[in-house]
């Protein structure tokens, strides 16, 4: 074989970002836009040693669950992977998924998808996955989006998405993105609209020059309230009050300019200046209410938030006795949802501007029994467990994809608490650290999938490990 040949395949799987996969003599070929069960014709782009890539040219024979993309460039865009599935069927892609992680990766034998429960009974160590959380209505479920700003090829200046694994600029279509807000549309213009007026430059990644390069927007689902954030690579914003003037009439809570001047991926600057507003907004999840600044982490589909952080109350297990450690914590939305039913809970965040809002937030909903430290959790658990000798009868953590540090994973194992309830983004690393406690005395017990993300092939795992009897 070679670049440009044609093979037909028919996929078998597909991968992390939802790529398809599909063998041919033992040889293993990447097929974008290819879904699981699709018998396609592909050309070949690239190979290596055991592993290839390969155009799609056309699909000879449709998967069951392919449906019509909703979105017009849902295929150039790098935001959703699924689109083109069934929405029922993505639901079991991500399930097959976080088990075949747990299973492989994790090393959890007994482990059995919802629809296997009947086999629960002739399985040694069996455990039942519980049906995934899926959502009434998939699609504009997002409250934040970080639009990047460009140009179209004609020169337009636009707003939209990049291409998945490169920054080609792929425009917004009409009607925006359909997994954001439908007031999104309307505050860009304002924006595109306001620097087309003043002449102000969007910024040119490869020449490093230009002003404007994304515009964050987040809204409160809850609280109605919009906060905008325009990522400058520079000091200061020319015309901001008229920009500022503009945005309140359309009802903008809150302005604020985030400053980044380097040559980085990183989106987000290192020091954030407040045009108006109180540089925040508030939302509620459930019955607390939330602060969250533009530097803090909050989770980006409310309606399946509530359910991700319910769930995790639930595998808790709290009676009001407890003492409970809530790693990678944010702005505390966990560890407020787990004082509600616990003695103590003692929150861990790296981000500082997240502990502040965390520590606001405890204050706003009058919880009185959650302290929270600034640092990473590989650091301040070992920290406080030898020179102040804290104990937890629970701990939850909810790291980011990389999954939790060894030496956080050690200390949990010397502290030993009765439960670890583990929130994950990432199931191939939830299933590395299950290995890992199940290693040092730990057993898994109860997991659960929520859709948080659909249209992507990302998904939120629950997984509850218990201390096994000595
Ligand atoms: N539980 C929170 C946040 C989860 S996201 C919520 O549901 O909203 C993961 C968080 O971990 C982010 O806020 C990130 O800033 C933080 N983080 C990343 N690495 C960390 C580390 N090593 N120690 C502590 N926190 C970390």
Redesign the pocket.
């Known amino acids: 074989m070679k670049k440009n040949d044609r093979l037909v395949l028919t996929i078998e799987d597909l991968g992390e970002d939802g790529v398809g996969i599909g063998r041919l003599d033992g040889y293993i070929w990447f097929v974008k836009d290819a879904l699981i069960g699709d018998m396609v014709e592909a050309s070949v782009m690239k190979m290596k040693k055991n592993y290839g890539f390969a155009r799609l040219v056309q699909i000879l024979k449709p998967a069951p669950g392919r449906v019509k993309a909703r979105c017009p460039v849902a295929r150039a865009c790098g935001g959703c992977q699924l689109q083109e599935l069934s929405y029922e069927e993505q639901l079991h892609f991500k399930e097959r998924k976080v088990c075949n992680h747990l299973k492989r990766i994790g090393g959890v034998g007994g482990l059995l998808l919802p629809e296997e429960a009947a086999l629960a009974d002739e399985t040694p160590d069996a455990i039942v996955m519980e049906p995934i959380i899926r959502m009434e209505e998939p699609w504009r479920y997002r409250n934040k989006a970080q639009y990047p700003i460009g140009h179209t090829k004609d020169g337009r200046l636009t707003a939209g998405f990049y291409a998945g694994r490169t920054h080609a600029l792929i425009p917004l279509p009409e009607g925006g993105c359909l997994l954001s807000s439908e007031e999104d549309q309307g505050l860009l213009k304002v924006i595109l609209d306001f620097m087309q007026e003043y002449g102000i430059q969007s910024y040119q990644e490869t020449e490093h020059t230009g002003l404007v390069r994304h515009v964050l927007l987040r809204k409160g689902f809850y609280s109605g309230q919009q906060m905008v954030c325009l990522v400058i690579n520079g000091e200061t914003l020319p015309h901001a009050e008229v920009l500022s003037a503009r945005l309140k009439g359309a009802g903008v809570a809150s302005l604020s300019l985030s400053v980044n001047m380097e040559r980085t991926n990183v989106i987000m600057g290192k020091h954030t200046i407040h045009l108006y507003g109180p540089g925040y907004i508030t939302d509620r999840i459930g019955k607390l209410e939330y602060r969250v600044s533009p530097d ?4 980006v589909n409310p309606l399946q ?1 509530k359910k ?2 319910e769930t995790a109350l639930e595998f808790a297990g709290l009676t009001g006795n407890e003492t409970v450690w ?6 505390g ?2 560890s407020l949802f787990l004082a509600q039913k616990a003695r103590m809970v003692y929150g ?4 500082l501007q ?1 502990v502040w809002d965390a520590r606001e937030n405890a204050l706003r909903n009058g919880i009185h029994n959650a302290e929270f430290f600034v ?4 650091e ?1 658990l070992p920290q406080q467990y030898e020179q102040n000798q804290i104990r937890a009868d629970v701990i939850v953590v ?3 994809r990389k999954g939790c ?1 060894q030496a ?1 994973l050690d200390t949990i194992l010397k502290m030993a608490p009765d439960r670890v309830v583990y ?1 994950s ?1 990432d199931s191939a690393t939830l299933g590395r650290d299950v290995k890992y406690l199940s290693g040092g005395g730990y057993r898994l017990t109860r997991v659960r999938t929520i859709d948080m993300f659909p249209m992507s092939g990302h998904v939120e795992t629950v997984a509850l490990l218990t201390k096994k009897a000595q």
């Open positions: 803090s982490f909050y989770q938030t991700l952080y809530d790693l990678y914590c944010g702005i939305t966990i861990v965040e790296v981000v997240a640092g990473e959790a590989e301040v909810d790291p980011p540090a956080c929130v983004c």
